[in-house]
C-alpha cells in the first residue's frame, strides 16, 4: 500500500511554462520534504513543513514554492522552469524532524523541453 | 566539511558473494542513522535505522549494519548478493547539525555481476 504518492511519475513541461507536482500521504505525518535530485547525486532539500510552518532552504531559488493545503497534501510549483531545473523530484514525510526516517513517494521525473 | 561520507563510490560484486557498503560520519551530537536504497527512477527506500538502541541493526532483504561509536561508522553488509541488489545506496544520518535534518552520503552504486 503506498504510503506517499506523487502525481505525476513523469512531467514534460516547456521552458518558461509553470508547472506543479503534487504529493500525498496517508500517514498523517508532521512533516512533508521537498528534495530535488538530479543524475548522479544525493537528493538536495528544497524546503519542508512542519505542519504549517513553512522551512525554506538559504539556498533554494525564488523560482521554488510550495503549499500545504491539509495534512494529506503538499505542492511543489515551479514558476518559470528552466532547463537546469530537469530532476527527479522526491516528496518524503517524517512524524517530526528529529532523528526519526523519511518516507519516500516514487518522485516525479521532470524534463524541461 | 563533509558530514556524511561513503567510501566507495561504485562497489561491484559477484552474486552470491558478499556486500560491503562503508559510510563514516561526523556529528557532534547522538545522531540516528539510516540506509536507503534507490532503484532506477524509484523513490528511496528504508532498509534499516539505528537509533540509539542495539548497535547491530538487521534490515529488508538479508541487509545489516553495525553502528561503532568509536570509528563513527556504519556499514552496510549483506552475506550474499542477489541480482536484484543492484541499486544506489544512500548512508543518512539524523542529528548531524542541531536542526536535526538529514544529511545525505554521495550514494554507492552497487552492480551485480551474474
Known amino acids: 500500500d503506498a504510503m506517499v504518492i506523487q502525481n505525476p511519475r513523469y512531467q514534460v513541461t516547456q521552458f518558461g511554462k509553470p508547472v506543479t507536482l503534487s504529493c500525498s500521504q496517508t500517514?498523517?505525518?508532521?512533516?512533508m520534504y521537498w528534495y530535488q535530485q538530479k543524475s548522479s547525486q544525493a537528493p538536495k532539500l528544497l524546503f519542508h513543513?512542519?505542519?504549517?510552518?513553512?522551512?525554506n532552504e538559504a539556498d533554494t531559488p525564488d523560482n521554488f514554492q510550495s503549499r500545504r493545503p491539509n495534512t494529506s497534501f503538499c505542492f511543489l510549483d515551479i514558476r518559470s522552469p528552466g532547463l537546469g531545473d530537469a530532476a527527479m523530484y522526491l516528496c518524503?514525510?517524517?512524524?517530526?524532524?528529529?532523528?526519526?526516517?523519511?518516507?519516500f513517494g516514487q518522485g516525479t521525473r521532470l524534463t524541461v523541453v | 566539511a563533509q558530514s556524511v561520507t561513503q567510501l566507495d563510490s561504485h562497489v561491484s560484486v559477484s552474486e552470491g558473494t558478499p556486500v560491503l557498503l562503508r559510510c563514516n560520519y561526523s556529528?557532534?551530537?547522538?545522531?540516528?542513522l539510516f540506509w536507503y536504497v534507490q532503484h532506477p527512477n524509484k523513490g528511496l527506500q528504508l532498509l534499516l535505522k539505528y537509533t540509539s538502541a542495539a548497535t547491530l541493526v538487521k534490515g529488508i532483504n538479508g541487509f545489516e549494519a553495525e553502528f561503532k561509536k568509536s570509528e563513527t561508522s556504519f556499514h552496510l553488509t549483506k552475506p550474499s548478493a542477489h541480482m536484484s541488489d543492484a541499486a544506489e545506496y544512500f548512508c543518512?544520518?539524523?542529528?548531524?547539525?542541531?536542526?536535526?535534518?538529514?544529511?545525505f552520503g554521495a550514494g554507492t552504486t552497487v552492480t551485480v555481476r551474474a
Open positions: 500517514l498523517n505525518h508532521n512533516v
Open positions: 518524503a514525510t517524517s512524524r517530526s524532524t528529529g532523528y526519526t526516517e523519511a518516507f
Open positions: 543518512v544520518v539524523s542529528g548531524v547539525s542541531n536542526d536535526y535534518k538529514l544529511s
Open positions: 513543513y512542519y505542519d504549517k510552518d513553512f522551512n
Open positions: 556529528s557532534s551530537y547522538s545522531p540516528s
